[in-house]
């Protein structure tokens, strides 16, 4: 039996290669000589990373600024002349000294300097995968991060962050990098929003990076400047016209930034990733697909990995089951999102800290009692094929 294990990471507790080798371990307590394939997955966000290293890109570290503005070393992730990126691996908000939050001061700039150290490797196809930022600078810092100027009244640097916006007057972009003009871009994005108003950046995304009301309001007022001298310095209306589309306002606005001036092509993250693993070959013969994530809930329904991943071998005829820390899914939207079995660790340990501190154990006897369920069905397939009868 060959059952390919394809989770997405337990955010808090372990990363998708974690939770794919602990599942792997409680299938083999149960079914030992079954044949396993791990495949971790990302929908674009933090993880996408790793993915597209598990799957056998080269990692390539690169000193950049972090979202506050100290240098940390980040990787990016090089196979032949393409590349994938993390946003989040140089503008995270993980990266933040001691959690503190700064909603009006972190920048995007490290994962520009990270799509420039990308070219000087040689790569002319970079995948930006979005999510998990600190800022909210509609991808200022990282058009900086490649040589854009952003000058005020009297010609001077804007401060860097959403904060200083509001203050830029003139968008320089004559030295920005040539070789992006030869380079194709996909942003790998696993939200649809646009950039402004209530659905916007700010306002949806703003709060998670510790921006109150009155620093949405700051915010918001600040990336709509941004998006009119921009559109200035681009013309034709291209700067306009890309802040409504979908995934401009993934990244703090980073989405945007990309979609306008790095003419980037916006696909679901999942989608590619799960082309950068080479999920859908990996199906072939698969008499299961395990994947999961730390929450099902309603935002999984809306394109995150595990349901993208339940959706291909759906299509492949191979049935998909879930492991995920809890569940917030009736029956109904459970098997409407393509998975037969799905086990939170809730149901195994209801203690919440004891799930985040013994995840891989719990992740391992979750996997045993998916195997068990498959166990069962291939018995009882194998009876009613022997022709018992009453």
């Not at 306002?203 to 109150?212: E, L």
Request: negative net charge; contains cysteine; proline residues 4%.
């Amino acid at each position: 039996m060959l059952i390919v294990i394809a989770p997405d990471k337990f955010k808090g507790s372990l990363t998708g290669a974690e939770v794919a080798r602990a599942l792997r371990e409680g299938i083999e307590r149960v079914l030992p000589d079954a044949r396993t394939v791990l495949i971790p997955v990302a929908d674009g966000g933090e993880g996408t990373l790793a993915a597209a290293l598990e799957a056998g890109h080269r990692e390539s570290r690169h000193t950049v600024t972090g979202p506050t503005g100290r240098d940390l070393e980040a990787a990016i992730a090089i196979d032949g002349a393409s590349a994938v990126i993390e946003l989040a691996a140089a503008s995270g908000l993980d990266l933040l000294p001691g959690g503190a939050l700064d909603a009006l001061g972190s920048t995007s700039l490290g994962a520009g300097q990270l799509i420039a150290a990308a070219l000087d490797t040689g790569a002319r196809r970079i995948v930006l995968g979005v999510g998990g930022s600190a800022c909210t600078d509609g991808g200022a810092g990282l058009l900086r991060g490649l040589g854009a100027r952003l000058l005020d009244l009297a010609g001077n640097p804007v401060p860097q962050g959403g904060g200083g916006l509001g203050l830029i007057h003139e968008v320089d972009l004559a030295g920005m990098d040539p070789r992006l003009e030869l380079t194709e871009f996909v942003l790998a994005a696993d939200v649809d929003n646009p950039l402004l108003g209530t659905n916007g950046a700010a306002a949806v995304f703003g709060p998670q990076k510790g921006a109150g009301p009155a620093e949405v309001t700051t915010l918001e007022s600040g990336l709509e400047h941004w998006v009119s001298v921009l559109d200035v310095a681009l013309g034709e209306g291209r700067a306009r016209a890309a802040a409504v589309l979908p995934g401009a306002g993934a990244a703090g606005g980073a989405g945007f930034a990309a979609l306008a001036v790095l003419g980037a092509e916006r696909r679901r993250g999942i989608d590619v990733v799960l082309e950068l693993t080479g999920l859908h070959a990996a199906l072939a013969g698969a008499a299961a697909v395990i994947t999961g994530e730390g929450s099902l809930d309603l935002q999984s329904l809306a394109g995150k990995a595990p349901v993208g991943v339940a959706s291909v071998a759906t299509a492949a005829g191979i049935p998909a089951h879930a492991v995920c820390g809890r569940s917030l899914l009736d029956e109904d939207q459970t098997r409407g999102a393509g998975f037969g079995q799905v086990v939170s660790l809730t149901s195994l340990e209801p203690d919440p800290v004891v799930c985040m501190a013994d995840a891989a154990r719990l992740v391992a006897e979750a996997g045993a009692v998916i195997a068990r369920g498959l166990l069962e069905g291939e018995m009882m397939v194998t009876t009613n094929q022997g022709g018992i009868s009453a």
